[in-house]
């Protein structure tokens, strides 16, 4: 059962040294990459909730407000969101060209909206 419980650790370091590669072949030859990095964000995304619902499940105090690794240092979703932090660029990346842009764009709203 261990095997199991480090397997999503391993994955989720996987794919952010994925995310480094990638994005550094991008930042090389911008012209070139075709990269999409959807498949990646849902893949971060499905690992962080499955985390946060073994945290939720092993039942912490409601009124402790520190960080889930400072709660538990063996707390696999506090090792993940220390690691996703870490990464300035994918963090920047993520809510500024993905987040924000894509939500203004399916809104209809463009620059000129906002003056």
């Known amino acids: ?16 040294v994925l995310w480094d590669g990638r994005k550094s072949a991008e930042d090389a030859e911008p012209a070139v990459s075709d ?6 964000f849902h893949r ?29 240092q063996t707390c696999q979703l ?10 300035d660029n994918l963090v920047k990346d993520l809510f500024q060209l993905y987040l924000r842009e894509n939500h203004f764009v399916r809104m209809g709203l463009t620059k000129n909206s906002f003056d």
């Open 35 to 40: 990269f999409d990095p959807t498949h990646l």
């Open 44 to 72: 971060l995304c499905e690992i962080l909730e499955r985390e946060y619902n073994v945290y939720i499940a092993s039942d912490p105090d409601p009124f402790d407000e520190r960080h889930p690794s400072r709660v538990d």
């Open 1 to 16: 059962m261990a095997s199991d419980e480090e397997e999503p650790d391993q994955s989720f370091q996987e794919l952010l």
């Open 78 to 87: 506090g090792l993940h969101l220390k690691a996703f932090f870490k990464r």
